[in-house]
């Protein structure tokens, strides 16, 4: 199983962005999807996360401004960035959890790689 992100970039605050994570391989379903973000010097904060049917729960600092979803028939995640400060400068990485490879057993969690994300005048 891969997950692969993009999306990333520079935008000025107040701007928006879209990033999208494709997890590939031999896939039933996934349980979980959701995004975290490590800014320089901190830890890994969970963003926002999505369950297969579409229960969300965001970090208390997005919420209004994040809006997460997916598509299972894809098994992509996207997470819509909108009105953004300077302090959601970080990578941003992907994170799938209880991926199903059969009816029976699954994947634990898998990590995609990160995409920066810089928002400054």
């Known amino acids: 199983v891969q997950l692969q992100a993009s999306g990333g970039g520079l935008v000025q605050p107040g701007g928006s962005l879209r990033l999208s994570c494709a997890a590939s391989?031999?896939?039933?379903?996934?349980?979980?999807m959701g995004w975290y973000r490590q800014a320089p010097g901190e830890q890994r904060e969970r963003v926002a996360a999505i369950t297969s049917g579409d229960k969300t729960n965001y970090l208390d600092s997005v919420k209004g401004r994040f809006t997460i979803s997916r598509d299972n028939a894809k098994n992509t995640v996207y997470l819509q960035m909108n009105s953004l400060k300077p302090e959601d400068t970080a990578v941003y990485y992907c994170?799938?959890?209880?991926?199903?490879?059969?009816?029976?057993?699954?994947?634990?969690?898998?990590w995609g790689q990160g995409t920066q994300v810089t928002v400054s005048s």
């Open positions: 994170k799938a959890e209880k991926i199903y490879y059969s009816s029976r057993y699954y994947l634990i969690y898998a």
């Open positions: 391989g031999s896939i039933v379903s996934i349980s979980s």
